[in-house]
């Protein structure tokens, strides 16, 4: 799914393809790079993986306690007939843990 670019944002997708278009790519081929980075990510968080950038981390925990789930109707358009079926829902939560950054007044040490 493309997405439209908001050109106006100083951050953000925006941002990261004006830097790559600064490195020399096309436009199209910046936002193509961005939007590829960006579905990678959420197809690993969408599959409980942890996705680790250089500001941080995002991790996915599952949650305890009972799934939610619902009985969902739908017609079936070649023979006419409704139908239903139990969804269940994963229950997981997203969080973000911040990276190390080295601190301005330390010399560049790690605090």
């Known amino acids: 799914m493309e997405t439209t670019m908001n050109w106006y944002s100083t951050t953000g997708r ?3 393809v004006r830097a790559l ?4 790519m096309s436009v199209r081929e910046a936002e193509k790079v961005v ?3 960006f579905a990678a990510m ?3 968080l969408r599959r409980g ?3 680790e950038t250089p500001l941080g981390m995002f991790l996915v925990k599952r949650q305890r306690g009972k799934r939610r789930q619902e009985l969902h109707r739908f017609r079936n358009v070649n023979t006419g007939k409704t139908q ?3 969804v269940r829902y994963p229950v997981f939560q997203l969080r973000y843990q911040p990276g190390l950054r ?3 007044g330390c010399g560049g040490a790690i605090t």
Do not use: F, Q, T, Y
């Open 49 to 51: 993986e942890d996705v």
């Open 84 to 86: 239903s079926r139990l």
């Open 14 to 16: 925006a941002m990261l």
């Open 102 to 104: 080295p601190h301005s």
């Open 42 to 44: 959420s197809g690993a």
């Open 21 to 24: 278009m600064a490195k020399g």
């Open 35 to 37: 939007n590829a980075i």
